[in-house]
Nanobody
Framework: QVQLVESGGGLVQAGGSLRLSCTAS????????MGWYRQAPGKQRELVTT???????NYADSVKGRFTISRDNAKNTVYLQMNSLKPEDTAVYYC????????????????WGQGTQVTVSS
């Protein structure tokens, strides 16, 4: 199986910074895209940012210029550097990865982390 484990959430004041990490482990043959989503109370889960295996990135308009996604393919890890945080960034942040498991499968499956809470106080 494949597991995604996030870390780095917490409480920060508006204008502050946090860095999230997510490491994939288990029976992994290859990882395609990785990304971060978030879900605030009472709202649907939304895309924050993604990064392809090539390194190309995509950001939600609400975080452009403030958040930066990066990945270390050797470590199967994706990072999210969050700067100039705002109270509206408060949410549970979920890591996502498109993984081709080892063992002969040719298909990529979608995997999710357990989520990490980010709270931004005003």
């Amino acid at each position: 199986q494949v597991q995604l484990v996030e870390s780095g959430g917490g409480l920060v004041q508006a204008g502050g910074s946090l860095r999230l990490s997510c490491t994939a482990s288990g029976r992994i043959f290859a990882i395609n895209a990785m990304g971060w989503y978030r879900q605030a109370p009472g709202k649907q889960r939304e895309l924050v940012t993604t990064i392809a295996s090539s390194g190309s990135t995509n950001y939600a308009d609400s975080v452009k210029g403030r958040f930066t996604i990066s990945r270390d393919n050797a470590k199967n890890t994706v990072y999210l550097q969050m700067n100039s945080l705002k109270p509206e960034d408060t949410a549970v942040y979920y890591c996502n990865a498109l993984v081709r498991p080892s063992g002969g499968s040719y298909y990529y499956n979608d995997y999710w982390g357990q989520g990490t809470q980010v709270t931004v106080s005003s």
